[in-house]
């Protein structure tokens, strides 16, 4: 869409190749009927194509254009059609909205001129040519708003582009077209593009695809993954999910990650069993990876410890750092192990993501270091200056290894910029993080600068932590109750209400969650509840939470965040955007009163899609 390309046209044999293999396409969310959006600008002489892309303005253009497309799907020759699923609807030029507000009585003439050039070109009801309706950014409200789609057209809804699912069917679930779901991996658009390299666990797709598939989006679902080399990982996941998703119980998302490594990898050099040591780097990697996009990275995405005396204190950023170095020595050791003829692929597939996602956590770190050294004149910083520019280079290096392995089998593909970011879209080329040099003369730089990685870096000191999985007592009621979805989110695991897709329960039904504490002084205190960050996929007034301490009353703390494609408008939106870049949402409650000693804390499950990572209670100071 956005090359731009085009797959019936670069190549007319792309079609034919196609259909030879058993492959059914289709066009993006905002393509109609097999046109690519790059065929519109294709050749302004042409009297089916060009001019202005509003259907108010120009629809008998855009009818002879759409028509076209439905012409070439039908020329296979002998009557019947390439096999495509088409799609409907319309959204504005360039995949953006297509008028101010919501005006579902165009888009309804839209669909409905679209269908009868369906039928008229196939020669039968287009109830028999397979069309999806794409429910994604704005077109979302015009569902919301009660918009008329044929029943025989598949609605497929969409995530929030970052993996969080907006809405699934609640209403007409016995509808012929049924639902799907359009998941992201890859995101070209506000806040951030995330186009570089795999930042996603499979433990957050099993549990957003899973809910989707219990809600009934269960007739297709299509995930983007920019370019293909750098999601293999999650993508053959989420292709063996969707190809029989009750099978990928919890026990088999479990298995997942060995069972790929042993696919992919085989044994090593002398025999040995490496899939456990494969699975638990690109595991830990996932997870690390997961925290912050690397476009989101930056020298204040942490914050560092002290640097007054002559160990610096890395902080919390410091032992991020210290987590990525013993990641990269465990990839290290397993790659003296793995086969000569498997080396390129492991460089491909885990060392290299391992290698240079760390080096950019070293990278900002040292820049990190530089600007607070800076800011009061130690020539320490420009130690750190140094380290930057060493190791900006060094992603170059990284980068160029890739595209020279296997011949340059895969030259080109690590080419994406991902340093340099100022706002949403990619920077034209990579530039280091600023730095500043306040020595006088070289022989004020230190050769080296001491930095304690793991100390003064536990931000929450102060207060309790508890991971959630680590509960003293798990209630459930009504075949539902509390389970822990190892590796989900930053923690150990997280919980989350199974089965998924079960209508919304109170606390009379009683399905809980307890974790004993100690409250070390008289006062208020203070719960936060660290979630992985998920929507209300009904469309209502949020998903809601209860929280109890001992035998005292349920607060109901709401998640109700609401994704935006533009600036932030409102509470709302800023809670999405600050989930989207930290990849965690926060809800707390407060309990006035409590006296020291053992307490026990409740967590209630009211509605369905709460993942709950980790709780943090600490004493209340205002």
Request: proline share 5%; no cysteine; hydrophobic share 35%.
């Amino acid at each position: 869409m956005w090359t731009p390309r085009d797959f019936n046209v670069d190549d007319p044999r792309n079609t034919i190749l196609a259909d030879e293999m058993g492959v059914v396409m289709g066009t993006s969310h905002h393509e109609p009927l097999t046109r690519a959006h790059a065929e519109w600008h294709l050749d302004p002489g042409d009297s089916t194509t060009g001019g202005a892309w509003n259907y108010n303005t120009n629809a008998a253009n855009l009818r002879k254009f759409w028509r076209g497309g439905i012409e070439r799907m039908m020329s296979k020759g002998n009557g019947e059609p390439y096999e495509n699923l088409v799609t409907i609807g319309m959204r504005g030029d360039g995949d953006e909205a297509m008028s101010e507000g919501t005006a579902i009585s165009l888009l309804e003439s839209v669909v409905a001129d679209q269908r009868k050039i369906i039928a008229d070109v196939t020669g039968k009801p287009a109830s028999e040519t397979p069309q999806i309706w794409a429910l994604y950014k704005e077109v979302q409200d015009y569902y919301d708003r009660g918009m008329t789609v044929p029943d025989d057209v598949t609605l497929l809804f969409a995530d929030d582009n970052w993996g969080q699912i907006r809405r699934l069917p609640t209403t007409n679930i016995d509808r012929t077209g049924g639902f799907g779901v359009y998941y992201h991996f890859d995101y070209v658009g506000a806040p951030r593009n995330s186009k570089w390299i795999n930042h996603t666990q499979i433990q957050k797709v099993w549990q957003q695809m899973d809910l989707a598939y219990e809600r009934n989006a269960r007739e297709i679902w299509i995930v983007n993954v920019g370019d293909l080399k750098p999601m293999e990982y999650p993508l053959d996941f989420f292709l063996r999910m969707a190809w029989d998703p009750p099978t990928m119980d919890v026990d088999a998302l479990a298995r997942y990650p060995r069972e790929w490594a042993a696919q992919t990898f085989g044994s090593g050099r002398a025999g040995e069993d490496l899939s456990g040591e494969i699975a638990d780097l690109i595991t830990t990697y996932s997870k690390y990876a997961s925290v912050r996009t690397a476009e989101w990275l930056s020298a204040d995405s942490f914050p560092i410890g002290e640097g007054a005396g002559p160990v610096l204190n890395g902080g919390e950023f410091g032992q991020r750092v210290a987590d990525w170095r013993v990641l990269v020595e465990s990839m290290r050791r397993t790659k003296e192990r793995i086969r000569p003829d498997l080396q390129s692929a492991y460089y491909q597939l885990i060392e290299y993501p391992i290698l240079a996602f760390s080096n950019l956590y070293e990278m900002y770190f040292a820049a990190a270091w530089n600007k607070r050294l800076a800011e009061r004149g130690d020539p320490r910083a420009d130690y750190f200056a140094e380290v930057v520019d060493e190791l900006f280079e060094h992603d170059s290096i990284l980068t160029a290894r890739y595209h020279s392995i296997e011949g340059g089998k895969w030259s080109g593909m690590m080419s994406q910029a991902k340093i340099g970011y100022t706002y949403w879209q990619e920077p034209p080329q990579q530039t280091p993080p600023a730095v500043t040099r306040v020595a006088a003369n070289s022989n004020d730089v230190p050769h080296s600068v001491k930095i304690n990685l793991r100390s003064g870096g536990n931000t929450n000191a102060a207060g309790t932590v508890i991971d959630a999985s680590s509960y003293d007592r798990n209630v459930g009621a009504h075949g539902v109750r509390w389970t822990p979805i190892p590796h989900l989110g930053q923690s150990a695991a997280a919980i989350v209400s199974l089965p998924q897709g079960r209508p919304s329960t109170s606390v009379a039904d009683s399905i809980r969650v307890e974790y004993a504490f100690e409250a070390a002084t008289d006062g208020n205190l203070t719960v936060a509840v660290h979630l992985s960050p998920t929507l209300d996929t009904r469309g209502e007034d949020g998903i809601q939470l209860g929280v109890s301490l001992d035998d005292g009353p349920v607060q109901v703390v709401t998640s109700n965040m609401e994704p935006t494609a533009a600036g932030v408008q409102d509470r709302r939106q800023a809670e999405w955007v600050a989930a989207v870049i930290n990849n965690v949402h926060v809800l707390k409650a407060t309990f006035s009163g409590v006296a020291s000693g053992r307490h026990t804390l409740k967590l209630w499950r009211l509605d369905d899609n709460i993942v709950i990572e980790q709780l943090i209670v600490e004493p209340t100071t205002d």
